[in-house]
Nanobody, 126 residues
Framework: QVRLVESGGGSVQAGGSLRLSCAAS????????MGWFRQAPGKEREGVAA???????TYSDSVKGRFTISKDNANYSLNLQMSSLKPEDTAMYYC????????????????????WGHGTQVTVSS
């Protein structure tokens, strides 16, 4: 069945680090593309990072060089290491999975048939 459960959110000062994890069911983990989206209050959801089955990663310009996405195949887990955090990174972060090319517009726009977790809050204070 579809299952994505995020953990690891919290509050941190600017410049700090956090690591998000997403526990997936085996079925969901078999999705071609998995990644992270975020949504801040009053703003649209935006794609943050994605990784496909071969391990190719893609990042939004706003997090490139600061965030690292990875997969733990032994534990069906998706991770997001976030460093040099900024107040503008404050948002609810969602784990996502879908049968899409991670470079596709459909993925980054959050296509309707993408599976979503319930989210974990990240708050960065200045």
């Amino acid at each position: 069945q579809v299952r994505l459960v995020e953990s690891g959110g919290g509050s941190v000062q600017a410049g700090g680090s956090l690591r998000l994890s997403c526990a997936a069911s085996a079925y969901t983990y078999s999705s071609y593309c998995m990644g992270w989206f975020r949504q801040a209050p009053g703003k649209e959801r935006e794609g943050v990072a994605a990784i496909d089955i071969p391990g190719t990663t893609t990042y939004s310009d706003s997090v490139k060089g600061r965030f690292t996405i990875s997969k733990d195949n032994a534990n069906y887990s998706l991770n997001l290491q976030m460093s040099s955090l900024k107040p503008e990174d404050t948002a609810m972060y969602y784990c996502a999975a879908g049968q899409y090319d991670c470079d596709s517009g459909s993925w980054w726009k959050g296509a309707r048939d993408i599976a979503w977790g319930h989210g974990t809050q990240v708050t960065v204070s200045s």
